[in-house]
């Protein structure tokens, strides 16, 4: 009975936030109080009940990271926000939205941080897996990010 009770709280947790994560992901990446908003959201979730949501509180502790005042506040948020996304692809790697939320990091991670080991693997999961992809929000999410995206050659984003 446990077993159902959490697969159903899963279930209502991922259907409750996705669509507005989705959404408001793309607004935070240069809009601190979003970024917060987003981390408030995000908070109680974890692995166990919604690795992907787990994933997206990864990617927002990077963006409190670009946001952070101090040098200090950065690194701590960046290294924990990596280390949320790196548990989240490691625990469903098969997942399109985990490789394309750390894809989206990485991406977009400064140099110095040496945060790109994954990004050519992740791009190329993507490409082949794009059109299994049943999700249409997650699939325009995906394509708008490829678009502008310089870690796609511009023939890869042909079919997009």
Request: hydrophobic share 45%; charged share 30%.
């Amino acid at each position: 009975m446990k077993l159902v009770l959490v697969g159903f709280l899963s279930f209502f947790l991922f259907f409750i936030h996705i669509e507005e994560v989705r959404k408001l992901y793309p607004e935070a990446i240069e809009d601190a109080s979003m970024t917060d908003n987003l981390n408030e959201l995000l908070a109680t979730i974890t692995l166990e009940n919604n690795a992907v949501l787990y994933g997206y509180k990864g990617a927002v502790f990077t963006l409190k990271a670009k946001h952070a005042k101090t040098a200090k506040d950065k690194k701590e948020f960046f290294q924990e926000g990596v280390a949320i996304i790196e548990a989240a692809v490691a625990y469903k790697p098969e997942n399109i939205e985990l490789r394309f939320i750390r894809l989206s990091v990485q991406e977009n991670a400064p140099k110095i941080v040496k945060y790109h080991n994954a990004l050519e693997a992740d791009k190329n999961y993507i490409l082949e897996h794009f059109s299994e992809l049943k999700d249409g929000s997650l699939k325009k999410m995906i394509q708008k990010y490829i678009k502008g995206s310089k870690a796609f050659s511009d023939t890869e984003k042909l079919g997009f």
